[in-house]
Structure formats: structure tokens, C-alpha cells
């Protein structure tokens, strides 16, 4: 497959996979259906998490609440992004561009919290509310920027944090183990963060890759089967309608076999006319096993073979045989009648109709002198197009028996397999 056939294919595969919709809400696209679930799940997870730290880092921010003008400014504006992007995450709206608006705030306000917090006495044992912020600068890189930018900012704010501190205490030696502690605690945090956002991604982008693969190999299956069903449908439509009448055409030498001619010219005709309905087959309510044997006599009269189907077990009634396998096993016991009627002058020609199973069985049978099926040319069709492969493209099989007292073509479709 080329490059240009992936693209194609998978723009078709988004076009199916958009078309059922649930109700209210937004369909992804195959590639993408999984991906987008879970950066859903990893939003909801930020902002619980958002609620909760960044509800601590509130409470501890009030200890400083009147230090100043400067101080509330920053302290609005920090909190203030933070709950946007918090809601956000939790709406599924917007939670990308909130995120980058808070990821790069919290750095800018640690670049001016030595100014804003300056005359006031920096304890190094308690920790600043600006603390409890810096994995939540982290994880908003994670959903906001791209997988390099999301680990520069997990470390990144970490050593700025420390700069800032120490800036703070004036570089004091007590400063250095607790800043050296938290600092380390929040660095491993962020990098976990970051890492296990990284981990489940790849896996729903992994999952909507095996997905689309799927899909696209279930389309070229069903493509492949379908090319397989149209090959055995034209070629037994040529052979049964056009081959088998110029065939008969040829042969012709008496009354009789220039009727059967003719039938089969007439045959011909109508069926190509017809192959170009939007029906072709015409409709798929079931059938009767009468009406088989009906209709295998309707068509041998055609062939100007008339004769009487012999009925065993066959409720006429009894409608169990959908459409399309009932004209198929017609369509392959008139190539069969056919064949006996050219090939053995339908010396002794028999056909029976009785039940198998759930479906139905047809006999035909005739006393000629028998036909070598192995050797057979690959380029004759009248019994593995007309006959076998048009049975096993309905879910049932056909045999032959032949030797030197006659031959036996025997079409079975057991009935549906059940679930």
C-alpha cells in the first residue's frame, strides 16, 4: 500500500467512523478515539488535583495576605489563572490554552516574588505558597505543551524555585538542606508526572494505531471477499447466459437442440439486461422447497426440457429457504440439466427436490456415459462456476458422481448455522 492509499484509506475510515454520532456529543475519529479519551482522563485528573494542592497553597498564602499591594496582585493573578484553568480541565474546553496561560505565569511570578515579598522575613523551615504551585506548573506544561517542553518545564521550575529562595535568604547556609529538600521532592514529582502523562498517551495512541490497522485490514478482507463473490457471479453469468448459448448455438443440428438454443440466447439476453439493476437478484424473503422444484421446472421447459420434479419430504408451504439460495440452487440445477441434456442427450434425466436439515437438496441425475470431473479443463465453467461455486457462495456444496452407468449432481444447502 502506497503512502497516498494510507492517506485515503484512513480519511475514509475517519468519514465512517464519524457517521454515528451519540447523541449531543462530538465523535473522534478512529485514529484519534482513544487518544482523545484518555487526554480527557488525564485533564480530570490535573484539575482534581489542582482542587486539591492548589486548595492548600491558598490557605498557606493568607499567612502573607497583608504584606502588600504587590503581593495581592500577584496573588490574584496566580490563583486567579489557576481556578480558569482548573474549570477548564474539568469542562473539557479550552483546558489546553488555560493550562499554557497558567504554565507560564507561575515561572514569571517567582521571577518577581524577591520584589513583591521584599521587608518581610523569609522563615527557611516553612515552605511559601508559591511552593505548593510548582507540579501544577508541571502538569499544565504536560497538557499544554509538547513532550520536550513539558520535562525543560518540570525541571525548570524547580531550579528557579531553588534561585528564588536562596535570592530570598540571601544565600543563608540555613536556607540550603530545606530548599535543597524541596526542591528535590518537587523535581522527582514533576518528572513522574510528566513521564507516566508521556506513558499513557503512547498507549491510547498505540491502541488507536492496532484500531485503524483493524479496521483497514477488515476492508480489505471484505473488499478481497467481494471481488471473490463478484468473480463466481460473472462468471457463471457467463458462462451460464452467454458461453453455454453460443456453445449450444454451435452444436445445434437438430429441432430440439436449436430450441434449447434459443431458451438459452433468451436467457442470455434478459440477464445481461438485468445486470446493471440496482436488484439484480431480486428480494430475500424465503422460499418454499416446493418453489425450488417449481422453479427448476419452469427453467427446464425453457431449456425445452420438460419434465416433473420428483418431491420427497417437501412441504410447499413451508417457507424456509431465503431468496437468494433458492435461485442459486435453481440457477446451478439448470446448468446441471443443461449439461445433461448436451453432453448425454438426457438420456434417463431425473431430478429430485427433498429436504436437508433446515434447507434443501437437489439430485440430478441422468443415465449417459459419464464425465471424468478431474479432467476437466480449468477454462470450462458449466460445473465449477455454474454449479460449485455458485452453491458455495450461498453457504452450501454441491458433489458429483459420475462413472459408466450416469452421473449425479447433487446440490445441498443445509439451512442457516446457527449462532
Not at 498507549?203 to 476492508?219: E, F, I, K, N, T
Not at 446451478?332 to 448436451?342: G, K, L, P
Request: net charge negative; with cysteine.
Amino acid at each position: 500500500m502506497t503512502s497516498q492509499d494510507a492517506v485515503t484509506a484512513q480519511s475514509v475510515i475517519d468519514a465512517a467512523w464519524g457517521t454515528l454520532p451519540p447523541s449531543g456529543r462530538t465523535v473522534e475519529t478512529a485514529g484519534r478515539y482513544t487518544a482523545t479519551r484518555m487526554e480527557r482522563i488525564i485533564q480530570i485528573v490535573v484539575a482534581v488535583g489542582c482542587l486539591t494542592i492548589g486548595g492548600q497553597g491558598f490557605v498557606a498564602s493568607w499567612d502573607l495576605y497583608d504584606i502588600g499591594v504587590p503581593h495581592a496582585v500577584l496573588h490574584a493573578v496566580v490563583f486567579l489563572s489557576l481556578a480558569v484553568m482548573t474549570v477548564l480541565c474539568l469542562l473539557g474546553r479550552g483546558a489546553r490554552a488555560a493550562s499554557a496561560v497558567f504554565a507560564i505565569v507561575y515561572p514569571l511570578a517567582l521571577m518577581v516574588w524577591p520584589l513583591v515579598t521584599a521587608g518581610t522575613r523569609p522563615d527557611p523551615s516553612a515552605q511559601p505558597w508559591t511552593f505548593y504551585l510548582i507540579n501544577l506548573a508541571a502538569v499544565a506544561a504536560m497538557i499544554a505543551f509538547p513532550l520536550g517542553w513539558q520535562f525543560a518545564w518540570a525541571i525548570g521550575t524547580s531550579v528557579l524555585y531553588a534561585v528564588v529562595r536562596l535570592v530570598e535568604g540571601g544565600f543563608a547556609p540555613e536556607f540550603w538542606s530545606g530548599i535543597g529538600y524541596d526542591v528535590s521532592v518537587a523535581l522527582i514529582l514533576g518528572l513522574v508526572f510528566v513521564t507516566v502523562g508521556w506513558v499513557l498517551r503512547s498507549l491510547a495512541s498505540g491502541v488507536d494505531a492496532a484500531r485503524v490497522q483493524a479496521v483497514m485490514s477488515y476492508a480489505r478482507a471484505a473488499s478481497a471477499d467481494a471481488g471473490e463473490q463478484e468473480r463466481v457471479a460473472v462468471a457463471a453469468l457467463m458462462h451460464d447466459s452467454v458461453l453455454a448459448a453460443l456453445i449450444a448455438g454451435e452444436r445445434a443440428h437438430t429441432d430440439r437442440e436449436r430450441q434449447l438454443a434459443v431458451s438459452m440466447a433468451r436467457e442470455a439476453l434478459t440477464r445481461l439486461a438485468n445486470a446493471e439493476s440496482d436488484d439484480p437478484e431480486g428480494s430475500d424473503e424465503p422460499v418454499s422447497r416446493g418453489w425450488i422444484a417449481s422453479g427448476i421446472e419452469q427453467s427446464a421447459a425453457e431449456l425445452g426440457v420438460p419434465l416433473e420434479v420428483r418431491r420427497s419430504d417437501v412441504d410447499d408451504e413451508q417457507a424456509v429457504v431465503p431468496g437468494r439460495v433458492a435461485r442459486a440452487v435453481v440457477l446451478a440445477a439448470t446448468q446441471a440439466i443443461a449439461n445433461a441434456v448436451q453432453h448425454a442427450e438426457g438420456a434417463g434425466l431425473n431430478v429430485a427436490v427433498s429436504r436437508a436439515g433446515r434447507g434443501v437438496r437437489v439430485e440430478v441425475s441422468d443415465s449417459g456415459p459419464g464425465v471424468d470431473v478431474a479432467s476437466i479443463p480449468a477454462d470450462r465453467l458449466g460445473i465449477r462456476a455454474s454449479i460449485f461455486a455458485r452453491l458455495a457462495a450461498v453457504g452450501g456444496e454441491a458433489t458429483i458422481a459420475s462413472g459408466s452407468t450416469g452421473t449425479t449432481v447433487a446440490m445441498t444447502w443445509a439451512g442457516e448455522k446457527q449462532a
